[in-house]
């Protein structure tokens, strides 16, 4: 993900001290059921497309843009999937964040997948039984929630700091880190 400029002048003031942001993840379908995924150009790894909310955008309005500026599709949000407070993440570059990730569902609405920004490598639709080897635990779990339909949100739980609750009738999450390898 690139960078937004209200980051790096933040980041002119802070250096690389931790920094508290919102995030976005889109699981995007489309009219058959396949989830929509790119390969990052920063770590060549398929993740699902996600971004930092611009200052007073919504969450909803940001999955939908962050699409469409990383694959040409359009979007709409359907509803919420997930928000879940990640782990601080270090970037090769020294600079120490930490994302409250807003996960929507959405559904594809227009346009053709292909990559249209230099964020990714490739983009492609995927059936959710032929998933590209090496989505972290982050990405398919959100997945897997996503296609679940519209239950409630999932959400950690309030508690005293004890591992992070599962989904009914999944395991936790061993891979944390958000699908990200840039600095923020």
């Known amino acids: 993900m690139t960078t937004p400029r209200f980051i790096r002048d933040l980041r002119r003031s802070i250096g690389h001290d931790l920094l508290f942001l919102p995030g976005v993840s889109a ?5 058959e059921g396949r989830v929509l995924l790119g390969r990052r150009a920063d770590n060549g790894r398929w993740a699902l497309i996600a971004g930092i909310p611009e200052p007073g ?10 699409v469409l500026e990383e694959t040409a599709v359009h979007c709409e949000p359907e509803h919420v999937v997930l928000v879940e407070t990640l782990d601080p993440v270090r970037y090769p570059n020294g600079d120490r964040c930490q ?12 346009g053709e ?10 983009v492609g639709w995927f059936a959710l039984d032929a998933l590209p080897p090496g989505l972290t635990d982050h990405a ?8 679940a339909g519209g239950g409630p949100a999932w959400f950690r739980p309030h508690d005293d700091g004890a591992a992070p609750a599962a ?9 944390p880190a958000p699908d990200a390898s840039v600095g923020a």
Do not use: K
């Open 57 to 66: 955008e919504q969450p909803a309005q940001a999955a939908a843009r962050e």
């Open 113 to 122: 997948a292909r990559v249209n920004d230099d964020e990714s490598l490739e």
């Open 167 to 175: 989904p009914a009738g999944e395991p936790p999450a061993t891979d």
């Open 27 to 31: 699981v995007v379908f489309d009219g």
């Open 99 to 110: 994302f409250v990730d807003v996960t929507l569902r959405c559904r594809a609405t227009g």
């Open 140 to 147: 398919m779990r959100r997945i897997t929630l996503a296609a």
